[in-house]
Nanobody
Framework: QVQLVESGGGLVQAGGSLRLSCAAS????????MDWYRRAPGKQRELVAA???????DYADSVKGRFTISRDNTKNTVYLQMNSLKPEDTAVYYC???????????????WGQGTQVTVSS
């Protein structure tokens, strides 16, 4: 009923940049938080960045100063601008959104399919 479609991943050299996008569609009444997570090989999934509906942001210490999360509420889309990429950033990046569905009285968490980001040294 709700789908998150991610794009923008790929292969990039260290020091380069990528911009990830995640567009939510479906029977959406409203979206509260939109987050980016990542899972690197052999590691637990971690929260990379989060943004509220009002635009407040939070970042993992490892990406502060390099990544910027933003959103366009009119398009139900969240972005992750990734600059100064490091090999340690290599991971599958997942979009997560807290979505209220039409005629539902509560929010539900939805995940994107993930997009691979590979940073070569």
């Amino acid at each position: 009923q709700v789908q998150l479609v991610e794009s923008g991943g790929g292969l990039v050299q260290a020091g380069g940049s990528l911009r990830l996008s995640c567009a939510a569609s479906g029977s959406i009444f409203s979206i509260n938080a939109m987050d980016w997570y990542r899972r690197a090989p052999g590691k637990q999934r971690e929260l990379v960045a989060a943004i509220t509906s009002g635009g407040s942001t939070d970042y993992a210490d490892s990406v502060k100063g390099r990544f910027t999360i933003s959103r366009d509420n009119t398009k139900n889309t969240v972005y992750l601008q990734m600059n100064s990429l490091k090999p340690e950033d290599t991971a599958v990046y997942y979009c997560n959104a807290e979505v209220q569905i039409y005629y539902s009285g509560s929010y539900f968490r939805y995940w994107g399919q993930g997009t691979q980001v590979t940073v070569s040294s």
